[in-house]
Every structure is written in structure tokens, then in C-alpha cells.
């Protein structure tokens, strides 16, 4: 066989079963390990899979640009997002007044001040520009912005005492968008300072919501947010299958 076609089976494999196994591989196509985990490092370095021990995840392709990114299933986005401010009017309603809450940079979570009850009162904490000034059009939300400098597509703010401000403060709830969900490998994301403040946001939450579509879970980016069992919740859409939603409830994370 040769080199481009086993690794056309390869991610022909991958696309149809959402993750492949080297030693599963090397059976099938009847070649050595070393072969496989040549073509595997090959593959990865053309960023066409995620390699994780064992075998490879699909990739999730990442546009960086803010506004092109809300224009990618905005339908979607959107009931997560008002699934997710139902929470806070769960939370509102059991006395749990004026919480302080970290918000990411992701444009789900963005949309979350679309549909936060006129009432509410709470502290949000942000490294995202959009993110802070659609809250700030509600009047009685404080929005604390993260300082750095500005990412000028994600438009983010990033830089070294970032992480130290976050470690300096408990918040009750951290909302976290993430580009891939693994059962194995985790939440996580292409950029690696976003991984550290997400990471960082988690940490220092009394509790944690990953949004994220359906069609996140099952991949893979390069650098890691948080194992699944570290977050308290997963707020999706309704594309998940009974057997993927049990396998993650299984693996520790909850999902709405």
C-alpha cells in the first residue's frame, strides 16, 4: 500500500469512527508501529489530527477573528447561551445574590448577556472586550475587566500578571467556551494563553459551565484546558446521542 493511501484510509478511519487507535492500525493495514506512528506524527504536523497516547482525535478548525467566529451557527450559540442564564436565574431564585462569575473570551459565552434577566445583579470578570461591553449595558451588572494587551483578532487581553489576578480572587461560577471536548484528553483549545486563563478561571471557581456545540465533542486541540471531572457542567445542544451523553455523564461531567 502505499504512503498517501494509507494515510488517506487513516483519516478516512478517523472521520467515520471519531478517533483511531495505532495498535488497531497497524492491524488493519498490516504495516509496523513505527509506520503508524510516522504517518500519525506526519498527519499531526500537517494538522489534519490531534495525536494522543494510543492513537489520534480529529481536529477542530479554529477561526481566530471574533466576528467571524459569531457568525458560525449563531442558532446554536444562542440556546446554549439562554440555557445557561437560565442557571443564574436558578441560582437567583435559590438566594444565591450578587455572585461573582468569570466569563472567557468565547463568542457563546458572550452571548450570555442577551439573555440575562433584567434583575439580575452580579460581578463578571473578563478578559474579553465584546464580552464586557454587552454586559456593561445592563445596569445592574459590575464588569471587571482583566488587564494585558489586546489580541487584536480574538480580541482578548493577555499578559504575565494576568493569571496572578485571577489567583487573587473566589469567584462563585466561571462560564468557559471550549473548541473541542474529549472523554479522554479533556476540554481544549488552540491557543495557549487562552488555555492557561480558562485553566486559571477554573481553578478559582466554586463551580464551572463549559459551553459548547455538540459538534465539539470527540475532538482534540493542542493544548488542554481541564480534565472532564473538573467541570461541573456541560451546557450543549440537543446533537448529542444518548450513548455520548451517558459516556460523558460517566466520565464526570454533567450534561444540560
Same mark, same amino acid.
Given at each position: +500500500?502505499?504512503?498517501?493511501?494509507?494515510?488517506?484510509?487513516?483519516?478516512?478511519?478517523?472521520?467515520?469512527?471519531? %478517533?483511531?487507535?495505532?495498535?488497531?492500525?497497524?492491524?488493519?493495514?498490516?504495516?509496523? !508501529?513505527?509506520?503508524?506512528?510516522?504517518?500519525?506524527? !506526519?498527519?499531526?504536523?500537517?494538522?489534519?489530527? @490531534?495525536?494522543?497516547?494510543?492513537?489520534?482525535?480529529?481536529?477542530? %478548525?479554529?477561526?481566530?477573528?471574533?466576528?467571524?467566529?459569531?457568525? /458560525?451557527?449563531?442558532?446554536? @450559540?444562542?440556546?446554549?447561551?439562554? @440555557?445557561?442564564?437560565?442557571?443564574?436565574?436558578?441560582?437567583?431564585? &435559590?438566594?444565591?445574590?450578587?455572585?461573582?462569575?468569570?466569563?472567557?473570551?468565547?463568542?457563546? =459565552?458572550?452571548?450570555?448577556?442577551?439573555?440575562?434577566?433584567?434583575? #439580575? %445583579?452580579?460581578?463578571?470578570?473578563?478578559?474579553?472586550?465584546? =464580552?464586557?461591553? %454587552?454586559? &456593561?449595558?445592563?445596569?445592574?451588572?459590575? /464588569?471587571?475587566?482583566?488587564?494585558?494587551?489586546?489580541?487584536?483578532?480574538?480580541?482578548?487581553? #493577555?499578559?504575565?500578571? +494576568?493569571?496572578?489576578?485571577?489567583?487573587?480572587?473566589?469567584?462563585?461560577?466561571?462560564?468557559?467556551?471550549?473548541?473541542?471536548?474529549?472523554? !479522554?484528553?479533556?476540554?481544549?483549545?488552540?491557543?495557549?494563553?487562552?488555555? +492557561?486563563?480558562?485553566?486559571? +478561571?477554573? &481553578?478559582?471557581?466554586?463551580?464551572?459551565?463549559?459551553?459548547?456545540?455538540?459538534?465539539?465533542?470527540?475532538?482534540?486541540?493542542?493544548?488542554? /484546558?481541564?480534565?472532564?471531572?473538573?467541570?461541573?457542567?456541560?451546557? =450543549?445542544?440537543?446533537?448529542?446521542? @444518548?450513548?455520548?451523553? !451517558?459516556?460523558?455523564?460517566?466520565?464526570?461531567?454533567?450534561?444540560?
Amino acid at each position: +500500500m502505499l504512503n498517501e493511501e494509507r494515510k488517506e484510509r487513516i483519516l478516512r478511519q478517523l472521520e467515520d469512527s471519531g %478517533r483511531v487507535l495505532s495498535a488497531q492500525l497497524v492491524q488493519d493495514l498490516q504495516v509496523s !508501529e513505527d509506520t503508524i506512528r510516522r504517518d500519525l506524527k !506526519e498527519l499531526a504536523e500537517a494538522g489534519m489530527l @490531534k495525536r494522543v497516547h494510543g492513537g489520534a482525535l480529529p481536529v477542530t %478548525r479554529v477561526i481566530y477573528q471574533f466576528s467571524q467566529r459569531e457568525q /458560525v451557527a449563531p442558532q446554536a @450559540k444562542a440556546t446554549i447561551a439562554q @440555557k445557561a442564564a437560565g442557571y443564574f436565574a436558578d441560582a437567583t431564585k &435559590s438566594g444565591k445574590s450578587n455572585p461573582v462569575v468569570f466569563i472567557d473570551g468565547g463568542t457563546t =459565552t458572550a452571548s450570555i448577556a442577551n439573555y440575562l434577566p433584567a434583575d #439580575f %445583579r452580579a460581578t463578571f470578570i473578563t478578559n474579553c472586550l465584546p =464580552t464586557a461591553e %454587552r454586559l &456593561s449595558c445592563h445596569p445592574r451588572l459590575r /464588569v471587571q475587566l482583566l488587564g494585558g494587551c489586546v489580541a487584536p483578532d480574538l480580541l482578548l487581553t #493577555f499578559g504575565p500578571q +494576568m493569571i496572578k489576578e485571577i489567583e487573587n480572587i473566589q469567584a462563585d461560577l466561571s462560564l468557559v467556551s471550549a473548541e473541542a471536548i474529549d472523554i !479522554e484528553f479533556g476540554i481544549s483549545v488552540s491557543n495557549q494563553d487562552d488555555a +492557561m486563563v480558562k485553566r486559571a +478561571m477554573i &481553578s478559582r471557581s466554586a463551580e464551572s459551565l463549559v459551553l459548547a456545540g455538540s459538534d465539539k465533542v470527540g475532538k482534540a486541540s493542542p493544548y488542554k /484546558v481541564a480534565d472532564l471531572n473538573e467541570i461541573s457542567y456541560f451546557v =450543549t445542544d440537543d446533537g448529542l446521542t @444518548k450513548v455520548v451523553t !451517558e459516556s460523558l455523564n460517566k466520565a464526570g461531567l454533567k450534561v444540560i
